[in-house]
């Protein structure tokens, strides 16, 4: 069964940090490249960054660059988001997907950690 699992969310200030990390299991992690996304109250879901697990490629979304950082531990089968310099519009709900690459359509979704910042 895959599974993607977030965790490490939570409330913080404006110019804070968080690290939210997605477990994945149920799969090759190798052959997959795990993206972050977040949903916001009233908006579309966005894509925030992604990884590919096989040669490290990343990708990020302008809204984060500079700001945030993706990053895999393959032995842990875990990719990690450092998310620095808050900002309130960053608030949401983050969820974590596995594809095939990363500008493939996600078939796997996590279930989703909530980021508040307030200001």
């Known amino acids: 069964e895959v599974q993607l699992v977030e965790s490490g969310g939570g409330l913080v200030q404006a110019g804070g940090s968080l690290r939210l990390s997605c477990a994945a299991s149920?799969?090759?992690?190798?052959?997959?490249?795990i993206g972050w996304f977040r949903q916001a109250p009233g908006k579309e879901r966005e894509g925030v960054s992604c990884i590919s697990s096989s040669d490290g490629s990343t990708y990020y979304a302008d809204s984060v660059k500079g700001r945030f950082t993706i990053s895999s531990d393959n032995a842990k089968n875990t990719v990690y988001l450092q998310m620095n310099s808050l900002k309130p519009e960053d608030t949401a709900v983050y969820y974590c997907?596995?594809?095939?690459?990363?500008?493939?359509?996600?078939?796997?979704w996590g279930q989703g950690t909530q980021v508040t910042v307030s200001s």
């Open positions: 149920g799969f090759t992690f190798d052959d997959y490249a």
């Open positions: 997907a596995a594809a095939s690459y990363c500008a493939a359509p996600m078939g796997y």
